[in-house]
T-cell receptor, first 115, second 116 residues
């Protein structure tokens, strides 16, 4: 499995933008970049995913480097509810090669949001 | 719409005792996953089902762990006998399982197991 590298922790202030980096230098051409987050005492939840182009949704933006060896999750205005562990994951297509896939989680980045 | 339901939320048992966790996925989701999450770590996949079939159980310790999804809907994960090192959060997730499409995984809140 292609691996990702994330900082162990980051800190931000409420209502300020947050840029969460992820390095994935061994990414293959067909690997999607996924971000999930896990709030305290909850299961992970999907945030966003992309392949080559930058992506935006209601939760966040994903900026992907041109060589795809790194990406950045952007929270435009952090709130206290954004305090969580953020996981950057490369999709493993598994043995079926189909649409169902295994997510290989690392330790993620613990984001603390200060009021 | 109800999310992934897991029960119990918490379980405390003594070592060598059996324990079972139950998961009801989101209605219509064909794919079901069981993950194990140790403290301070990300979740690790134990087993993945597509309908009733376990398509990936390579990480399931089969000497003491078993799982079933008899009717392709809800699922049970069992440990017998439990060991101290099994203390962790057991997460269930489900996804639609559409061929060729993106299949976001939806996670339940997990069952926190403590083995004494």
């Amino acid at each position: 499995d292609a691996k990702t590298t994330q900082p162990n922790s980051m800190e931000s202030n409420e209502e300020e933008p947050v840029h969460l980096p992820c390095n994935h230098s061994t990414i293959s051409g067909t690997d999607y970049i996924h971000w999930y987050r896990q709030l305290p005492s909850q299961g992970p939840e999907y945030v966003i995913h992309g392949l080559t182009s930058n992506v935006n949704n209601r939760m966040a933006s994903l900026a992907i480097a041109e060589d795809r060896k790194s990406s950045t999750l952007i929270l435009h205005r952090a709130t206290l509810r954004d305090a969580a562990v953020y996981y950057c994951i490369l999709r493993d297509r598994g043995d079926s090669g189909g649409s169902n896939y295994k997510l290989t989680f690392g330790k993620g980045t613990l984001l603390t949001v200060n009021p | 719409e109800a999310g992934v339901v897991q029960s119990p939320r918490y379980k405390i048992i003594e070592k060598k005792q059996p324990v079972a966790f139950w998961c009801n996925p989101i209605s219509g989701h064909n794919t079901l996953y069981w993950y194990l999450q140790n403290l301070g770590q990300g979740p690790e996949l134990l087993i993945r089902y597509e309908n009733e079939e376990a398509v990936d159980d390579s990480q399931l310790p089969k000497d003491r762990f078993s799982a079933e999804r008899l009717k392709g809907v809800d699922s049970t994960l069992k440990i017998q006998p439990a060991e101290l090192g099994d203390s962790a959060v057991y997460l269930c997730a489900s996804s639609l399982g559409l061929a060729g499409g993106y299949n976001e995984q939806f996670f339940g809140p997990g069952t926190r197991l403590t083995v004494l």
